[in-house]
């Protein structure tokens, strides 16, 4: 189900300060999930907050969490350079954070993972037989370090000029590279399909998937001011094809 909420972030933006808001569907469900993008940019820092959740069924096949992705760092020449990527999920009981702070300098990225999680165990009683149990909250923290450094992560990766993808042309390809996930890191393949009444619509598949000979099951649209009209996943399961739409607030 994660795939929905990644398509929440397939978008670009140049506003100062822009709230959205949007609404992702699965065929066979209607309504399944909510998203909304906070940017903002004064010239010199930007923060882009993502905030995802599910809705009916799936709300309640993920547990009804929580899916909060940040970009963080500076403007330089009217372009996004990333300081820190947080990835987080949120439940009642249950908090995981993964940090990546980009390290430029040294080429290096820092990971550090939180993981908070309530947990039930035993209670031994020797004069007793009946199973008790008592709650108890697990605290784990690790690091690791990418001998890399990437200029985009997976929330900054759409939303940076320097990307160019308007300027694209129809039938040109793209890679580019995110900091998030091993798949992302290794590449991102965006493909322009066509632009029709000012909409500009994209393919996009894993590097790793298309030198497998796969075929791309995710599509997006952008409108003329580089914001995000809406996206597509198919065939996810049995639960049919998955769609995000903005609605249209402003």
Do not use: C, W
């Not at 939180?114 to 697990?138: G, L, M």
């Amino acid at each position: 189900m994660k795939s929905i909420y990644l398509l929440f972030i397939s978008l670009s933006l140049s506003a100062s300060t822009l709230h959205m808001e949007y609404i992702g569907e699965l065929s066979i469900f209607g309504k399944v999930a909510e998203a909304s993008i906070v940017y903002s940019n004064d010239g010199k820092k930007y923060h882009i907050r993502v905030v995802g959740h599910g809705t009916g069924i799936v709300g309640y096949l993920t547990q009804h969490k929580k899916y909060i992705y940040q970009s963080i760092g500076v403007v330089k020449k009217n372009q996004l350079l990333p300081l820190k990527y947080i990835a987080q999920e949120t439940a009642q009981d249950y908090n995981k954070t993964k940090v990546y702070t980009f390290d430029y300098d040294h080429n290096k990225t820092i990971v550090t993972k939180y993981k908070e999680e309530k947990r039930e165990e035993p209670i031994y009683n020797v004069f007793s037989s009946a199973r008790k149990t008592r709650s108890k909250f697990i605290n784990e923290k690790s690091t690791k370090i990418l001998d890399k450094v990437y200029d985009n992560d997976m929330v900054s990766v759409l939303f940076n000029k320097k990307n160019n993808l308007l300027n694209m042309k129809i039938g040109e390809s793209k890679l580019l590279q995110a900091t998030g996930s091993k798949d992302t890191q290794e590449g991102i393949i965006v493909h322009l399909v066509s632009i029709i009444d000012g909409k500009y619509k994209y393919s996009v598949i894993l590097k790793k998937d298309y030198l497998k000979g796969g075929s791309a099951k995710v599509t997006f649209v952008l409108d003329s001011n580089n914001i995000l009209y809406d996206a597509k996943v198919d065939g996810i399961l049995f639960f049919g094809n998955a769609t995000v739409q903005r609605e249209l607030l402003f």
